[in-house]
């Protein structure tokens, strides 16, 4: 779709969206229609193989009641409530999103969560000026953002990462070079994901400017598919 389609120029759910949203992933996370279709358990259990609880309690495993959490992008499903739910109301869970429909979805998940707030940001640029967060989670994005992007994401959460603090990203990896998905996967990227690949030749601290000043902690799922990174200063 070129940037004077009127499908972008005249309806306020693409103003402002970046191009790579509406030229790669206009479909799963733009139009509303679709959107209102996706945005369920089931979508994002068939998406990860099955392997969505074990990677979201990855995530969720790192939250204590009463921390400051920001999860950097929405997610289908059950998981930002969930997130939302553990920190509880002795806490604070942001959630930014770029895209106005999914911060309208997440929006009405965390109704009623007087801790949680949506906010629609870029992960590259959000800063939070108040007090820093003790967790910040990419669940999933990395892959599906170009490679300046990605950098950008990365040294944004790291760069707002306090002593005490930690980064979780989950996202995608280089699977073993047996794994039947891994064939899949090639697939899928060619035709659908073309910024996922790159998560399969970089190491997520490659991205970092500062990756020394860090420790991270990766394991690996599935068969190498997927990798959770945990991120603290040194
Ligand atoms: C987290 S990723 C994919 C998650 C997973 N595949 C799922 O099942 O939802 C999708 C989300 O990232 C958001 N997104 C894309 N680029 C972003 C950015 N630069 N900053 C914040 N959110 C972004 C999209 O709007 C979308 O809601």
């Not at 945005?39 to 009641?65: C, H, W």
């Not at 801790?115 to 629609?120: A, K």
């Not at 640029?125 to 007090?131: K, L, R, S």
Request: a negative charge.
């Amino acid at each position: 779709m070129t940037r004077n389609h009127p499908k972008l120029t005249e309806n306020p759910y693409y103003e402002g969206v970046p191009d790579y949203m509406t030229e790669v992933y206009d479909w799963a996370y733009v139009d509303p229609d679709w959107v209102k279709f996706l945005d369920r358990n089931i979508v994002v259990t068939t998406l990860l193989f099955g392997n969505d609880q074990r990677l979201m309690k990855s995530y969720l495993a790192e939250i204590e009641p009463g921390m400051r959490v920001w999860q950097v992008a929405h997610v289908y499903g059950d998981l930002v409530a969930r997130a939302a739910e553990k920190v509880g109301p002795a806490g604070v869970f942001h959630l930014t999103d770029v895209t106005p429909i999914q911060v309208e979805h997440g929006s009405k998940k965390l109704a009623g969560k007087h801790w949680s707030r949506v906010i629609r940001a870029d992960a590259a640029n959000w800063y939070n000026d108040d007090t820093p967060y003790d967790l910040i989670c990419s669940f999933f994005l990395l892959h599906e953002v170009p490679e300046d992007r990605k950098e950008q994401i990365v040294n944004n959460i790291l760069d707002q990462l306090p002593a005490h603090g930690k980064a979780v990203f989950v996202d995608y990896h280089r699977p073993h070079p047996l794994h039947p998905v891994g064939w899949i996967l090639r697939g899928v990227n060619a035709w659908l994901e073309p910024f996922a690949k790159a998560l399969w030749d970089r190491e997520i601290s490659s991205y970092a400017h500062d990756a020394d000043r860090f420790e991270w902690k990766k394991q690996t799922f599935f068969g190498g598919v997927y990798q959770r990174v945990i991120v603290t200063r040194k």
